[in-house]
């Protein structure tokens, strides 16, 4: 595929990949999001709408 290479072993096993940003930037965003999501999957979980809510500030007097 174009702009797309493999960097091999000595063996002619492929270790690595070298990709063209200009041709598959969208590509390596989708592979760099699930990198993200997977790293974070243990993470706790907040409930959407408590998250949206805005935050009231504290004020001191």
Same mark, same amino acid.
């Given at each position: 595929?174009?702009?797309? &290479?493999?960097?091999?072993?000595?063996?002619? /096993? #492929? *270790?690595?990949?070298?990709?063209?940003?200009? #041709?598959?930037?969208?590509?390596?965003?989708?592979?760099?999001? /699930?990198?993200?999501?997977? &790293?974070?999957?243990?993470?706790? *979980?907040?409930?959407?709408? &408590?998250?949206?809510?805005?935050?009231?500030?504290? *004020? *001191?007097?």
């Amino acid at each position: 595929m174009e702009g797309i &290479t493999y960097l091999v072993d000595e063996k002619g /096993n #492929k *270790r690595a990949v070298v990709l063209d940003l200009a #041709k598959h930037g969208a590509l390596w965003e989708d592979v760099l999001d /699930n990198l993200v999501a997977e &790293t974070r999957k243990k993470e706790a *979980r907040q409930d959407w709408e &408590t998250v949206k809510r805005p935050k009231a500030k504290s *004020r *001191r007097s």
